[in-house]
């Protein structure tokens, strides 16, 4: 599994943007970059993915590097409800017919 | 819609025992995933069913088993406990891209 490298933790202020990164040097032409999250006593949440070109949902913004060896979770303007743990995943489809290989991901912290 | 469901919500068990935990998958989807989540640490991928067949396995010892009904929900089964099988069990669903996660099921083996 090509893997992913993200910063143990993050803060930011509350109503600011959010920028978390994540490294995947070893990603092959194929790998979609899906991004989940998880919040305090609950299962991991489907945030965004993306194959080449930027993407946008009503969550966030994902920016991905032109050699696509990184990428970028984007959330404008965060709240305190977005304090969870981020994870940066390669998978080789696009479909849910593969298993999710989650590293230790980025714990971010809003502050008020 | 109801989300992706697990029971029970919280179990305790003895070493030695074993345990069934249940899932019943968003409507419509045919993939149900399971992982365990140790405290601290991110998800790992136990096993994988499409349409009640096995479509992946993760690194897990034989003490864990689990298979999917016609209706799509599942089981997963675990034999002999141990005490570091004390873990968050998650279960997720699938139509396409993207899993729905279930709230989990906290198994505390003593």
């Known amino acids: 599994d090509a893997k992913t490298t993200q910063p143990n933790s993050m803060e930011s202020n509350e109503e600011e943007p959010v920028h978390l990164p994540c490294n995947h040097s070893?990603?092959?032409?194929?790998?979609?970059i899906h991004w989940y999250r998880q919040l305090p006593s609950q299962g991991p949440e489907y945030v965004i993915h993306?194959?080449?070109s930027n993407v946008n949902n009503r969550m966030a913004s994902l920016a991905i590097a032109e050699d696509r060896k990184s990428s970028t979770l984007i959330l404008h303007r965060a709240t305190l409800r977005d304090a969870a743990v981020y994870y940066c995943i390669l998978m080789r489809s696009n479909f849910g017919n593969e298993k999710l290989t989650f590293g230790t991901g980025t714990r971010l912290t809003i502050i008020p | 819609d109801a989300g992706v469901t697990q029971s029970p919500t919280h179990l305790i068990k003895t070493r030695g025992q074993h345990v069934t935990l249940r899932c019943s998958p968003i409507?419509?989807?045919?993939?149900v995933s399971w992982y365990q989540q140790v405290l601290g640490q991110g998800p790992q991928f136990i096993f994988q069913y499409y349409e009640k067949e096995e479509r992946g396995r993760g690194n897990f010892p034989d003490r864990f088993s689990a298979r999917q009904f016609p209706n799509y929900s599942s089981e997963l089964n675990v034999n002999a406990l141990l005490l570091g099988d004390s873990a968050l069990y998650l279960c997720a669903s699938s139509l396409g891209a993207g899993y729905t996660f279930g709230s989990g099921t906290r198994l505390t083996v003593v």
């Open positions: 409507s419509g989807h045919k993939s």
């Open positions: 070893t990603i092959s032409g194929t790998d979609y």
């Open positions: 993306g194959l080449t």
